[in-house]
């Protein structure tokens, strides 16, 4: 694999429809007993704040989206339908709530491992590993109990966001997946043509 650096937290201190285009093609890390699980994000949605009914922070400040108002570059993982967790990562300045759910990983590392912890065959199909926001929370191994509220700006993080280099040659932004408010905004962003975009048939 090329060489990849870390995100800087200055990254993420703009809105997030911005920050969201240009997260398009980085990687995730996990490192994970030992191991580096990774995948390339081909597929995201912007929260906004307060402003955003489709936001867990419409609501304003809470216990449980605490990390959504806090620094830009913080992972915020939630939990949902009681089985599945997501990934989210928090923008714009401190103080200024903003989100990213991360929505499907095209596998790059570790894939063997990442079908082990989706209890699939060690052969198992790409694309099963990490379409779908649950998916890839899985395939990562990643919790609400061991990473929210994990800076992933940080070189001692466990969980990291990193650029290699590589930039999406299209970008298509749609209406966002699964909601029930704001339902026309197009704030979901995809790398075009990519065969790992979450879509019908795809769950969570």
Not at 65 to 76: D, E, M
């Amino acid at each position: 694999m090329p060489t990849a650096h870390i995100l800087p937290r200055s990254f993420y201190l703009h809105p997030p429809d911005e920050v969201s285009r240009n997260l398009l093609g980085k990687l995730i890390t996990h490192k994970f007993e030992g191991e580096r699980l990774t995948g390339r994000i081909v597929e995201l949605e912007a929260y906004f704040g307060m402003d955003d009914p489709a936001s867990h922070s419409f609501v304003g400040k809470t216990a449980r989206n605490a990390v959504l108002f806090g620094p830009p570059g913080i992972a915020y993982v939630y939990f949902i339908y009681g089985m599945y967790y997501c990934l989210n990562v928090s923008c714009e300045p401190e103080g200024q709530a903003g989100g990213i759910l991360i929505r499907a990983l095209e596998p790059v590392q570790g894939l063997e491992t990442m079908a082990r912890l989706r209890k699939l065959p060690a052969n198992a199909k790409p694309r099963l590993l990490t379409s779908g926001p649950g998916r890839l929370c899985q395939a990562l191994g990643i919790t609400r109990a061991t990473h929210n509220g994990i800076d992933v700006t940080s070189r001692k993080s466990e969980l990291q966001f990193e650029d290699d280099g590589f930039r999406p040659k299209k970008i298509l932004a749609t209406p966002r997946i699964g909601i029930s408010k704001a339902v026309d905004l197009p704030l979901r962003f995809v790398i075009e043509g990519n065969g790992f975009v979450s879509g019908k048939g795809i769950s969570p």
